[in-house]
Nanobody
Framework: QVQLVESGGGLVQAGDSLRVSCAAS????????MAWFRQAPGAERKFVAA????????YLSNSVKGRFTISRDNAKNAVYLQMNSLKPEDTAVYYC???????????????WGQGTQVTVSS
């Protein structure tokens, strides 16, 4: 089992950059596929990015490709989402998620953090 705690959200202006972090508990962090999702007000939660356990494979949604980067540091039990060229439509609560398989990388995550708010003003 793993527990996830997000941090680093905040209020930024359009065009700014921001990095959100997710700290994970547990001794087997490198065995988990990690992902970021986001949920805007009044909308359903959507997949943003994922990274495999070793960090060599990443996958990003089309809406953030070229602007966002996902990475992880297994020595620190952490995963990061670097967000550049932020837009007002990136405003959402960002959630960290984890699962033990690599299949179906955009869905079926077992563990979730409580989220961190990112607000992008125009």
């Amino acid at each position: 089992q793993v527990q996830l705690v997000e941090s680093g959200g905040g209020l930024v202006q359009a065009g700014d950059s921001l990095r959100v972090s997710c700290a994970a508990s547990g001794r087997t962090f490198s065995s988990y596929t990690m992902a970021w999702f986001r949920q805007a007000p009044g909308a359903e939660r959507k997949f943003v990015a994922a990274i495999n356990g070793g960090g060599a494979l990443t996958y990003l949604s089309n809406s953030v490709k070229g602007r966002f980067t996902i990475s992880r540091d297994n020595a620190k039990n952490a995963v990061y989402l670097q967000m550049n060229s932020l837009k007002p439509e990136d405003t959402a609560v960002y959630y960290c998620a984890a699962k033990t398989t690599i299949a179906n990388i955009t869905n079926d995550y077992n563990y979730w953090g409580q989220g961190t708010q990112v607000t992008v003003s125009s």
